[in-house]
T-cell receptor
Framework: KQEVTQIPAALSVPEGENLVLNCSFT??????LQWFRQDPGKGLTSLLL?????REQTSGRLNASLDKSSGRSTLYIAASQPGDSATYLC??????????FGAGTILRVKS | DAGVIQSPRHEVTEMGQEVTLRCKPI?????LFWYRQTMMRGLELLIY????????DSGMPEDRFSAKMPNASFSTLKIQPSEPRDSAVYFC???????????????FGPGTRLTVT
């Protein structure tokens, strides 16, 4: 059974810091990995999707990497801003188009 | 496109009542998913459809839960009878299929916050 773990569970940083969120999964037979952002009381917004054959994806200040063999992904946020405060979720897709989610990392960026 | 649309956004009902949640996926998407999010269990997949056909309902907790997709632009999740432990946020998501580059990226609606008293 695929399990997804996210570390840390919560993170508080001052504005301007670069930070890394971690995601690990137990079964490396994944199709892709997706990072989402969730604001309080809102739905999920897709940030980045990495195919299993890819090593990383970038969008603006966000960079996500994938090491399938070790079962790990990281989300790097450069020059963090208060507007980045949210819960960040990673999810892995196996066959059958099912996503398995981690519990998320709650990020707070202090101004 | 307006994105995935869910209604109602909030629902408060009494135990034993029937609850119906509605979802309109993004036009052209082949897949539709229903998720439930709680503090205790996080995000869980309940059921998903491909081309209006239920593919995997192994996440549906009990027979009290049922989902339908009568056409490509509409789906419902029904709980009958509802119980307090069903209180959660229910999300609908959709994704394109293999013909759209095979990315299967999922797009989520804003959710329905259900409270059963």
């Amino acid at each position: 059974k695929q399990e997804v773990t996210q570390i840390p569970a919560a993170l508080s940083v001052p504005e301007g810091e670069n930070l890394v969120l971690n995601c690990s999964f137990t079964d490396s037979a994944i199709y892709n990995l997706q990072w989402f952002r969730q604001d309080p009381g809102k739905g999920l917004t897709s940030l980045l999707l990495i195919q299993s054959s890819q090593r990383e994806q970038t969008s603006g200040r966000l960079n996500a990497s994938l090491d399938k063999s070790s079962g790990r992904s990281t989300l790097y946020i450069a020059a963090s801003q208060p507007g980045d405060s949210a819960t960040y979720l990673c999810a892995v897709k196996r066959d059958g188009n099912k996503l398995v989610f981690g519990a998320g990392t709650i990020l707070r960026v202090k101004s | 496109d307006a994105g995935v649309i869910q209604s109602p956004r909030h629902e408060v009902t009494e135990m034993g009542q029937e609850v119906t949640l509605r979802c309109k996926p993004i036009s052209g998407h082949d897949y539709l998913f229903w998720y439930r999010q709680t503090m205790m269990r996080g995000l869980e997949l309940l059921i998903y459809f491909n081309n209006n056909v239920p593919i995997d309902d192994s996440g549906m907790p009990e027979d009290r839960f049922s989902a339908k997709m009568p056409n490509a632009s509409f789906s419902t999740l029904k709980i009958q009878p509802s119980e307090p432990r069903d209180s959660a946020v229910y999300f609908c998501a959709s994704s394109p299929g293999a013909l759209a580059g095979g990315l299967y990226e999922q797009y989520f609606g804003p959710g329905t916050r259900l409270t059963v008293t």
